[in-house]
């Protein structure tokens, strides 16, 4: 009997699947469901009314990170300093009782290991490769970067999997990316995942889920791959996917939730099993070679308006679509730039080194790296580093990366979202330019008016050091 | 969740195409932690404008919106369906819905009915001076002037608004094929079946 060739993306979810219906929905099984204070609220509530308990409180893990501030959160006497907004303060006040009433861990700010929730999950063992896992957050794709099959979900969403631990869902499209070859110097796993979203645009991968391949993948750390994953739902993709291996399992082991003793075995024997047959075909390959790309920075308000640093910005008559035309000039016109000028002209007077993407120790170790005996230009007003979690915060202050940013004039700040999205009080001034490590570039995205451009936590740096969009090459030494 | 076998009243002649998320609940209400409430920032935008439907006091309570090409499009925020429900309204008929909304409005058992564009016309006319009626079972969209227009619907969704059911209620019913899945993961993959720190 020949089995089926099958992909990485088809043996978890035949794994997870509880139950096939005639129309193709399944009933997934869901292994690890992270919870934040910001789609929460009102699925607990909906359980309350309802009457209805958390299926397994031990598979859900509640961290706040949205609306937290980046600023000293204790007093000197170690008493919590209120948060201003009272309604970020009732969205983390919901999600404490909500968690203590549903018997769910929660990770608060005044712990150690608090931090942004896909920093959290995989820094903690509590994601791991061949699961399931979900939040109520679009880059939940992150998690992928394990070898988890991961994705974002709505508020009943979160609901179902509180009270049920599975979800309604149809079977995804599979897609190949396979980067092959060497990434040059100054080239990081965001520049890749930058460039995939040009390369594929905003809507490329929608319906698929995404399994990045090829050695500049397998090359690349943990942290590289969680970068790549967290943005396929920047190139449409619902889920990303990177294989696990010797790598993957030299992370997960030791982290507080990874499995022990001989389930650890049985385990990386499992993980191993996951990996792609060999002839097993994909929907849809995409092959990218690793040597095009480069350094690359956003132009637009879409995660797909990429373009190296070396470039211009484009025309918008340029591309061959009327509507990506018309939304090109809206871009334009609410970035504030012009056709043909140089993106290594273009000033920035904020930097943000931080969010789910890149804000994990290699992230700050490359940032830290160009601002070692360096100080920002005089034209950046405001620069700060949040790092993704308290123990990311913790390594780099062993490592005195701390004292090169604020040695540097960057702000050292407490981790969170912070200007990701400007839910705390950490956004960019309307009109302002921000050299952002962040996913999203969208309109108002890091506060009204604000214009953001995705670059690496390198490119960060070489910007504030500068006050304009630089290649980081230029001061590489 | 209530149960919709039938909807009848008046219905706000809305029309407009296009209209995304954002103008039905604005970004600034997305803070809030309870479903309630929401009524009152929907149609911000629209409702600064003199003389707008929404105001209109005889439309006041309706329980059904007739609306334009691709409702509900943009962001997905599920609190664009509480909005609705706040304001009274059960049932929105257009000519397209967008996938995620239509998705988030079934799930707050608010029925949404697709029609062809001369028939949505044609109800928005009669919907300034009358009443519509919507009929679950049968399928149909009638009006006092003998106007009947038939629309499709998942047959699962259909018999979840009819009953009443909400997806959590009809997952929870199969909680015993979830058990045996869970004591399989425990014999097969005890690593994934539990979480320990
Ligand atoms: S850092 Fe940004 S993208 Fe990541 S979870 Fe927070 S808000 Fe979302």
Same mark, same amino acid.
Request: charged fraction near 20%.
């Given at each position: 009997?020949?089995?089926?060739?099958?992909?990485?993306?088809?043996?978890?979810?035949?794994?997870?699947? %509880?139950?096939?219906?005639?129309?193709?929905?399944?009933?997934?099984?869901?292994?690890?469901?992270?919870?934040?204070?910001?789609?929460?609220?009102?699925?607990?509530?909906?359980?309350?009314?309802?009457?209805?308990?958390?299926?397994?409180?031990?598979?859900?893990?509640? %961290?706040?990170?949205?609306?937290?501030?980046?600023?000293?959160?204790?007093?000197?006497?170690?008493?919590?300093?209120?948060?201003?907004?009272?309604?970020?303060?009732?969205?983390?006040?919901?999600?404490?009782?909500?968690?203590?009433?549903?018997?769910? =861990?929660?990770?608060?700010?005044?712990?150690?290991?608090?931090?942004?929730?896909?920093?959290?999950?995989?820094?903690?063992? !509590?994601?791991?490769?061949?699961?399931?896992?979900?939040?109520?957050?679009?880059?939940? /794709?992150?998690?992928?970067?394990?070898?988890?099959?991961?994705?974002? #979900?709505?508020? @009943?969403? $979160?609901?179902?999997?509180?009270?049920?631990?599975?979800?309604?869902?149809?079977? @995804?499209? @599979?897609?190949?990316?396979?980067?092959?070859?060497?990434?040059?110097?100054?080239?990081?796993?965001?520049?890749?995942?930058?460039?995939?979203?040009?390369?594929?645009?905003?809507?490329?991968?929608?319906?698929?889920?995404?399994?990045?391949?090829?050695?500049?993948?397998?090359?690349?750390?943990?942290?590289?791959?969680?970068?790549?994953?967290?943005?396929?739902?920047?190139?449409?993709?619902?889920?990303?996917?990177?294989?696990?291996?010797?790598?993957?399992?030299?992370?997960?082991?030791?982290?507080?939730?990874?499995?022990?003793?001989?389930?650890?075995?049985?385990?990386?024997?499992?993980?191993?099993?996951?990996?792609?047959?060999?002839?097993?075909?994909?929907?849809?390959?995409?092959?990218?070679?690793?040597?095009?790309?480069?350094?690359?920075?956003?132009?637009?308000?879409?995660?797909?308006?990429?373009?190296?640093?070396?470039?211009? %910005?484009?025309?918008?008559?340029?591309? /061959?679509?009327?509507?990506?035309?018309?939304?090109?000039?809206?871009?334009?016109?609410?970035?504030?730039?012009?056709?043909?000028?140089?993106?290594?002209?273009?000033?920035?007077?904020?930097?943000?080194?931080?969010?789910?993407?890149?804000?994990?120790?290699?992230?700050?170790?490359?940032?830290?790296?160009?601002?070692?005996?360096?100080?920002?230009?005089?034209? %950046?007003?405001? *620069?700060?580093? $949040?790092?993704?979690?308290?123990?990311?915060?913790?390594? /780099?202050?062993?490592?005195?990366?701390?004292?090169?940013?604020?040695?540097?004039?960057?702000?050292?700040?407490?981790?969170?979202?912070?200007?990701?999205?400007? &839910?705390?009080?950490?956004?960019?001034?309307?009109?302002?330019?921000? *050299?952002?490590?962040?996913?999203?570039?969208?309109?108002?995205?890091?506060?009204?008016?604000?214009?953001?451009?995705?670059?690496?936590?390198? &490119?960060?740096?070489?910007?504030?050091?500068?006050? =304009?969009?630089?290649? $980081?090459?230029?001061?590489?030494? | &969740?209530?149960?919709?076998?039938?909807?009848?009243?008046?219905?706000?002649?809305?029309?407009?195409?296009?209209?995304?998320?954002?103008?039905?609940?604005?970004?600034?209400?997305?803070?809030?932690?309870?479903?309630?409430?929401?009524?009152?920032?929907?149609?911000?935008?629209?409702?600064?404008?003199?003389?707008?439907? !929404?105001?209109?006091?005889?439309?006041?309570?309706?329980?059904?919106?007739?609306?334009?090409?691709?409702?509900?499009?943009?962001?997905?925020?599920?609190?664009?369906?509480?909005?609705?429900?706040? &304001?009274?309204?059960?049932?929105?008929?257009?000519?397209? !819905? @967008?996938? #995620?909304?239509?998705?988030?409005?079934?799930?707050?058992?608010?029925?949404?009915?697709?029609?062809?564009?001369?028939?949505?016309?044609?109800?928005?006319?009669?919907?300034?001076?009358?009443?519509?009626? #919507?009929?679950?079972?049968?399928?149909?969209?009638?009006?006092?002037?003998?106007?009947?227009?038939?629309?499709?619907?998942?047959?699962?969704?259909?018999?979840?608004?009819?009953?009443?059911?909400?997806?959590?209620?009809?997952?929870?019913?199969?909680?015993?094929?979830?058990? *045996?899945?869970?004591?399989?993961?425990?014999?097969?993959?005890?690593?994934?079946?539990?979480?320990?720190?």
């Amino acid at each position: 009997m020949s089995k089926k060739l099958r992909t990485l993306y088809e043996k978890i979810w035949d794994a997870h699947v %509880v139950e096939r219906r005639d129309d193709g929905t399944c009933l997934v099984y869901i292994d690890r469901h992270l919870v934040h204070e910001v789609t929460s609220p009102q699925a607990f509530e909906a359980l309350r009314v309802a009457g209805r308990k958390v299926r397994r409180p031990d598979l859900t893990l509640a %961290v706040p990170d949205h609306n937290l501030p980046t600023t000293a959160r204790r007093d000197a006497a170690g008493k919590p300093i209120p948060i201003a907004d009272a309604e970020s303060a009732a969205q983390l006040d919901a999600l404490t009782r909500n968690a203590h009433a549903f018997g769910i =861990r929660l990770i608060g700010d005044a712990d150690a290991e608090q931090g942004i929730v896909h920093v959290v999950g995989p820094e903690q063992g !509590f994601s791991l490769p061949g699961a399931t896992i979900v939040c109520g957050d679009s880059h939940t /794709a992150c998690h992928g970067g394990l070898g988890a099959l991961a994705f974002g #979900i709505g508020t @009943s969403e $979160v609901e179902h999997v509180l009270a049920t631990q599975t979800l309604l869902l149809k079977q @995804s499209k @599979s897609m190949e990316v396979r980067v092959e070859g060497d990434l040059g110097p100054g080239v990081s796993a965001k520049d890749v995942v930058l460039h995939i979203c040009g390369q594929l645009g905003a809507a490329g991968g929608t319906g698929y889920v995404i399994e990045y391949t090829g050695s500049a993948i397998r090359n690349l750390s943990i942290e590289g791959r969680l970068t790549i994953s967290n943005m396929a739902i920047e190139h449409g993709a619902r889920a990303g996917l990177v294989a696990p291996d010797e790598t993957t399992f030299a992370y997960v082991k030791g982290r507080p939730y990874a499995p022990k003793g001989a389930d650890w075995d049985k385990a990386v024997a499992w993980w191993k099993s996951l990996a792609t047959d060999p002839g097993a075909t994909y929907d849809k390959v995409v092959v990218i070679n690793a040597a095009d790309i480069e350094p690359t920075v956003t132009w637009g308000t879409s995660p797909e308006d990429t373009v190296a640093i070396g470039g211009v %910005v484009p025309a918008p008559e340029s591309f /061959a679509d009327a509507s990506k035309q018309e939304a090109a000039r809206k871009s334009l016109d609410y970035m504030g730039l012009t056709p043909g000028q140089k993106l290594a002209e273009v000033e920035v007077q904020n930097i943000f080194i931080g969010s789910c993407t890149n804000s994990r120790i290699e992230d700050l170790r490359a940032a830290a790296e160009v601002l070692r005996g360096r100080h920002k230009a005089a034209n %950046v007003k405001w *620069a700060i580093v $949040v790092p993704g979690s308290g123990l990311v915060k913790a390594q /780099a202050e062993a490592e005195g990366l701390h004292e090169v940013f604020i040695a540097a004039g960057l702000e050292w700040r407490e981790p969170g979202c912070s200007a990701c999205l400007g &839910m705390n009080p950490d956004k960019v001034p309307a009109g302002e330019r921000c *050299a952002s490590t962040s996913n999203r570039n969208f309109v108002g995205r890091q506060g009204p008016g604000a214009r953001t451009h995705l670059v690496s936590p390198a &490119m960060a740096a070489a910007a504030a050091v500068t006050g =304009r969009l630089t290649d $980081v090459r230029e001061l590489m030494r | &969740m209530t149960p919709i076998k039938h909807v009848a009243g008046r219905a706000i002649p809305f029309g407009r195409k296009n209209v995304d998320t954002d103008v039905i609940i604005p970004s600034h209400y997305l803070k809030t932690i309870t479903r309630e409430g929401l009524g009152k920032g929907a149609f911000e935008t629209i409702r600064r404008e003199p003389g707008n439907i !929404f105001d209109t006091p005889e439309y006041a309570g309706a329980p059904i919106l007739i609306a334009g090409d691709n409702f509900g499009c943009g962001s997905s925020r599920e609190h664009a369906a509480w909005a609705l429900l706040d &304001m009274g309204l059960t049932c929105v008929i257009a000519p397209s !819905f @967008s996938d #995620i909304f239509s998705g988030n409005a079934f799930k707050n058992g608010i029925l949404t009915v697709v029609l062809p564009q001369e028939a949505v016309d044609r109800l928005i006319e009669v919907a300034q001076t009358d009443p519509i009626d #919507i009929d679950l079972e049968t399928q149909t969209v009638t009006t006092p002037f003998q106007d009947r227009f038939t629309f499709e619907i998942d047959p699962f969704r259909k018999a979840c608004l009819l009953d009443g059911l909400d997806e959590v209620g009809l997952t929870l019913a199969q909680g015993d094929i979830i058990s *045996a899945h869970e004591a399989g993961l425990r014999a097969q993959l005890p690593f994934l079946a539990s979480a320990n720190a």
